[in-house]
C-alpha cells in the first residue's frame, strides 16, 4: 500500500505531467483562463487517463501474446479516442455550457500527449494493473492541479497591472515557467522516508 502512495504522489508532485514532464501543454495553456473551465477539462482528462491506463494494459498484454506490440502506439490511440469521444457526448448531454466553453480543446484530449504518454510510461515501467490506473489516475490528478493553480494564477492576473508587451500569452508562458520552477522545488522531496519504506 505505501508502494501505491509513494508511486501517486510521486506522480502528482514530482513527475508532474504538465510542470515536471512537459506533456499536455496544449490544454493547459488553451483552457486556463477560468477556473471552471479549467476543471473540466481536468475531471475529463483525469477520466481518459484513467481509463487509458486500464484498457492499455490489457491491450498491451494481448499485443505481448500475439508478438505484435509494434502496433502499440496505434492500438493506444484508437482506445484513447473511443474514450475521448464518450466524455465528449457526456459532456455536451449534461453540461452544454462547459462543452462551449471547452470548444476545439476537448476532442483534442485524443491527441494529449499526456494521456499517450501515461499509457506508454505504464508499460516501460511494466507496471501492474493496479499501478498502471493508479498512475493514470495520478497523472490526471497531476493534470488537474496544475491547470486549476495556473487557472487561478492567470484570473489574478487580469486585475494586475501588466506590461502592455507582455499581456496575454507572453505573461502566461513566464506564469507557467515560474509554477514549473516552484513543482521543480519538490524534485528533491523523498516520499520513500515519508511513508517508511
Do not use: D, H
Amino acid at each position: 500500500m505505501a508502494e501505491l502512495l509513494v508511486l501517486a504522489f510521486g506522480t502528482i508532485l514530482i513527475n508532474n505531467f504538465v510542470l515536471a514532464r512537459f506533456l499536455g501543454i496544449c490544454p493547459f495553456l488553451g483552457v486556463s483562463r477560468q477556473v471552471e473551465t479549467a476543471v473540466g477539462m481536468g475531471v475529463a482528462v483525469t477520466f481518459v487517463m484513467t481509463m487509458a491506463s486500464a484498457f492499455t494494459y490489457w491491450i498491451q498484454q494481448l499485443l505481448v501474446v500475439y508478438n505484435i506490440e509494434y502496433l502499440q502506439t496505434i492500438a493506444f490511440i484508437l482506445v484513447i479516442a473511443v474514450l475521448v469521444q464518450l466524455v465528449e457526448m457526456v459532456i455536451k448531454k449534461s453540461s452544454p455550457v462547459l462543452y462551449q466553453a471547452l470548444g476545439i480543446y476537448l476532442p483534442l484530449i485524443t491527441t494529449n500527449c499526456a494521456v499517450l504518454g501515461v499509457a506508454l510510461i505504464n508499460v516501460q515501467e511494466a507496471y501492474s494493473f493496479l499501478e498502471a490506473v493508479i498512475n493514470g489516475f495520478s497523472g490526471g490528478l497531476s493534470f488537474v492541479l496544475a491547470i486549476v493553480l495556473f487557472a487561478g494564477l492567470r484570473e489574478r492576473l487580469a486585475y494586475s497591472p501588466v506590461p502592455k508587451s507582455l499581456q496575454g500569452f507572453p505573461i502566461a508562458l513566464i506564469l507557467a515557467g515560474l509554477l514549473s520552477m516552484a513543482f521543480l522545488g519538490f524534485s528533491g522531496f523523498n516520499l520513500r522516508a515519508l511513508f517508511g519504506l
